[in-house]
């Protein structure tokens, strides 16, 4: 089985949200015994390929980007040709170019897209784009949604519900936190802090947070790459951004925290790719209701809190509440831990896409993955 898969980015330049789902995708399918390969853009001014694991990666130079979305003529030729070879082609949107590729190579494999997420931002282009959007799920043998609440509230996705599973996102299992690694930041901030990680983008809910830090005076600490000086001010003496931090890192200061702290209050964040993480480690966590994968990893009063987005005073009371109950937050973790030995393991994620490669190859209906949980 060749499974080729199709997204803008990915090694050597990118290895974060979605070219990690399908770094861990073609390497699970490997030892399944598939053979997996990757075509994306690269900026290097040149084509070129390289093995990345047990995997073959194939990047066409990118010319242009409009509303982040890389463009290349020359990939036109090359996807063609790789299609050509194809048991399987698995794209990964949003990607318009994946759109046009898709039309102008007309593949007679069967075809999978998964729908990571809703174009949110670009709603003027959004308008202009819809009807190849529109044609090119159509054409697709089938829409993996990476949670049930995303599938039930993206708009998009209702149109081809028919067409539509669900296969969460899965992690491998961590190593134990590093003892050094852990002196370190013990040293540095201390425990039983709230954590927040994840970059400082306009969809995380940065503000609230700092609202929220300012009532309860709680300590927080905020992990991530971008600029924190719009953030930082009077009232919040207790919250530290520590800037970004490496897999090592991460892993010390959730075993340092006393619960994880989400508060993304827009559609961009379709996932919570960190929720994941956070209920890996065994740590109950608070995360706003937004209708995507957030509330799909974090149950309300189960893995812990879910509050309205944007809203700071039901942030801090949440903060507060897990705060002052340590035994309820401790009881959260547990479950948390229990929900990602569950549907959160990356070998039910690898399984799942190979049993729908299968599915599709013999000609037989695909089933959607149901939640226990739900």
């Given at each position: ?130 009807p190849l959007r529109d044609r090119f799920l159509a054409g697709m043998d089938r829409v993996i949604a990476t949670s049930s609440a995303y599938a039930e509230t993206s708009l998009t996705l209702k149109k081809f519900s028919s067409k539509v599973c669900v296969i969460p996102i899965g992690m491998d299992d961590s190593p134990a936190p590093d003892p050094a690694k852990r002196t370190y930041w013990r040293d540095r901030v201390g425990t039983g802090f709230f954590l927040f990680v994840g970059a400082l983008r306009y969809y995380k809910g940065i503000d609230f947070l700092m609202q929220a830090a300012k009532r309860n005076g709680l300590p927080v600490i905020v992990a991530g790459s971008g600029d924190p ?146």
């Open positions: 089985m060749k499974i080729l898969h199709v997204y803008k980015t990915y090694l050597p330049e990118d290895f974060t949200g979605v070219p990690r789902v399908i770094h861990a995708l073609a390497e699970g399918a490997a030892r399944a015994g598939a053979e997996s390969s990757v075509f994306a853009l690269t900026r290097g001014g040149r084509s070129k390929s390289l093995h990345v694991g047990q995997h073959q990666v194939h990047l066409a130079p990118q010319n242009l980007a409009v509303a982040s979305t890389g463009f290349s003529l020359s990939a036109f030729a090359q996807f063609k040709s790789l299609a050509a070879t194809a048991d399987i082609i698995h794209y990964h949107y949003p990607w318009p170019m994946g759109d046009l590729l898709h039309f102008y190579a007309r593949p007679s494999c069967p075809v999978v897209v998964t729908y990571h997420s809703d174009i949110v931002r670009q709603k003027t282009l959004l308008h202009l784009y819809a000086a719009p953030w930082q001010g009077p009232g919040i003496e207790k919250v530290t951004f520590v800037g970004e931090i490496d897999d090592a890192d991460k892993l010390a200061l959730l075993d340092l925290c006393h619960a994880f702290v989400f508060p993304s209050h827009l559609r961009s964040e379709a996932f919570g790719i960190s929720l994941v993480e956070a209920a890996r480690a065994g740590k109950p966590m608070i995360c706003a209701e937004i209708g995507t994968g957030t509330t799909f990893i974090n149950i309300d009063g189960l893995t812990g809190l879910v509050v309205p987005p944007g809203d700071a005073a039901a942030l801090s009371a949440a903060m507060t509440l897990l705060a002052n109950t340590p035994g309820m937050a401790r009881a959260m973790g547990q479950a948390a831990r229990y929900r990602y030995e569950t549907l959160f393991r990356a070998q039910f994620m690898v399984d799942a896409h190979v049993d729908l490669y299968s599915q599709l190859l013999g000609g037989h209906k695909p089933s959607g993955i149901a939640d226990p949980h739900s």
